[in-house]
């Protein structure tokens, strides 16, 4: 592990997220370098002490941890791909946003021209990074990230995922599943509560207390799913079908949307007209596990 308090850290792109991460280094006393296309992007961090470089190329060569926040991974490459970009030995982080098969296609992208590379994804807003809550995911090389983790630490809470490259991507996708999803139900609930007078505000403490109470089924549902056996210890799917029936007609009724508790409900009666009707509800992973082609 790298015991270096102040380790020469570089930051590629300056958007509202890479002048926070550039700034959450700066705050913990790291030595930082950062470019940016727009150049005046920098003129704040070059106030507070970093020091602007006039190429990518130079950039990476003055940290020996570059931090790459662009557009996506297609601009990575391109910037880093120039012929004056000397890569080897160039220990980069990737906090781009893409998904798992760019991740694992740069990783070795990078590592053919002498790089290191682990990749990442950050799991929160601009204003949060340099605390606590912004949670920053890696994946790659453990021995990598245990090298630079004191200095990556300045960033946040940092969660490492394993060697696959593509796994941050995954996590960042799956987290950002269960936030819409969440919301999404909430604005179901408000949408017909309010057809009876009812505000959000008053409606939210009520919901959000039905979403903590759930989440604590995760890890008995979970040990079901890898287990590979559902039963009804709760309530079995078809139970759970009538009820969102129920949901859908009350949806219908009260005149709000229903294409959201509809589309549950047609999951739902697949899995039960492949027999799963007697089973519990995490019986539907397997219809969350096929590709839909209609």
Known sequence: MNNEPHEPVTVVGLGRMGQALAGAFLKAGHPTTVWNRTASKADQLVAEGALLAPTVGDALKAGSLAIICVTDYEAMRELL?????????????????????????????????GARYLDGAIMAVPPAIGTSEAVILHSGSRSDFETHRSTLDALGTLTYLGADHGLASLYDVAGLAMMWSILNAWLQGTAMLRTAGVDAATYAPFAQQI????ATWLPGYAEQIDNGSFPAEVSALETDARAMAHLIEESEAVGVNAELPRLLKAMADRSIAAGHGGEQYPVLIEEFSKPRND
């Open 81 to 113: 791909g120039a012929s004056d970009v000397d890569l080897a030995g160039t220990m980069l982080v990737n906090l781009t946003s893409g998904d798992s098969a760019q991740a694992r296609e740069t990783a070795h992208w990078a590592e053919q021209r």
């Open 211 to 214: 979403a903590a109470g759930v």
